[in-house]
């Protein structure tokens, strides 16, 4: 039995790693995809000590650290959680594993915008990831929902392949940051729709059009190859919520300064947990997995 099982491979759980290798926490980390959300991000400007760098250049570093202080990494599904006596036994697609103290780090999921046409062109104009598939839609009309940095994201990164990005924003604000608004609204390729929201995606075999909703429930035509969908997530918290582990009205899970829930010895890191001032943010999911770490070290001793 180990001391340690951490579940996720993105910022939360690889730098809950580092700690965990610092203070010899014998561990495995479990995740689906080394970097998690990291290789959806076109470019980081507001990660310590790098002006500028690919989401999956910076988890391809974070991986390489955790490597060479011996942390051990598997790419699993994590499938099932139990309570066990002693500890807890996790079963992937491939194993089980068994630790006497857990670190749920699993992330979060794209919130999906329920409307008509969403799910039929999934893959076919209908995205959640600008970086994985904005190259397809070079030189072509595209829209972006949402009004946060990760809309705005998007819309920039497109506007560097398409002369075409059209921002939907249901309210008459956008929460982005400054320094991104600036940018959107100084480049010529980028217009921004407010108060709109979508009423449904449209085409033949692939996207053809977006039907937008205005404040008078009046519908706006606008001739699209693709959207973009960009309005936050979902935590994936299904595995904990079994064992009972508490979680806010929103779907996160509470955790203390600690980063401890209301089980003893499962511990939560990164965008999924009520900390940080609901600030999500990759420096915040690092920091959240090394106080974990930290207290996982004081409980074992």
């Avoid at 937008?212 to 994936?236: H, Q, R, W, Y």
Wanted: aromatic fraction near 6%.
């Amino acid at each position: 039995m180990k001391d340690l099982i951490i579940l996720g491979a993105g910022p939360a759980g690889l730098g809950a790693s580092v700690y965990a290798s610092r203070y010899q926490i014998k561990h495995v980390i479990l995740g689906e995809e080394v970097g998690g959300y990291l290789n959806e991000i076109h470019k980081i400007e507001n990660y310590l000590g790098f002006e500028a760098i690919s989401g999956m250049e910076l988890g391809m570093k974070m991986k390489a650290h955790v490597e060479s202080l011996g942390g051990t990494l598997k790419q699993e599904t994590a499938l099932k959680i139990e309570k066990i006596e002693g500890g807890f036994k996790v079963t992937t697609n491939k194993e089980e594993y068994q630790a006497r103290s857990l670190l749920y780090a699993i992330g979060t999921s794209a919130r999906k915008l329920n409307v008509e046409g969403e799910k039929e062109f999934l893959g076919k104009g209908v995205s959640y990831c600008a970086t994985c598939d904005g190259p397809f839609f070079r030189n072509k009309k595209v829209v972006v929902v949402g009004g946060g940095n990760s809309a705005a994201m998007a819309a920039l990164m497109l506007a560097e392949q398409s002369n075409n990005v059209t921002l939907v924003h249901r309210g008459k604000e956008l929460s982005c940051s400054p320094n991104y608004f600036d940018r959107m609204k100084n480049s010529e390729w980028i217009t921004i729709e407010y108060n709109k929201n979508i009423a449904r995606v449209e085409g033949a075999n692939v996207v053809e059009r977006i039907i937008l909703k205005d404040e008078k429930d009046e519908e706006i035509v606008v001739e699209a190859n693709g959207i973009f969908v960009e309005i936050g997530s979902i935590p994936n918290q299904q595995m904990l919520v079994d064992l009972g582990v508490e979680i806010n009205k929103n779907g996160f899970i509470v955790t203390d300064q600690a980063q401890l829930t209301s089980i003893e010895g499962i511990y939560a890191a990164g965008d999924i947990t009520t900390n940080s001032n609901g600030f999500r943010q990759i420096i915040t999911a690092a920091a959240e997995g090394a106080v974990a770490a930290l207290e996982i070290f004081k409980r074992l001793k």
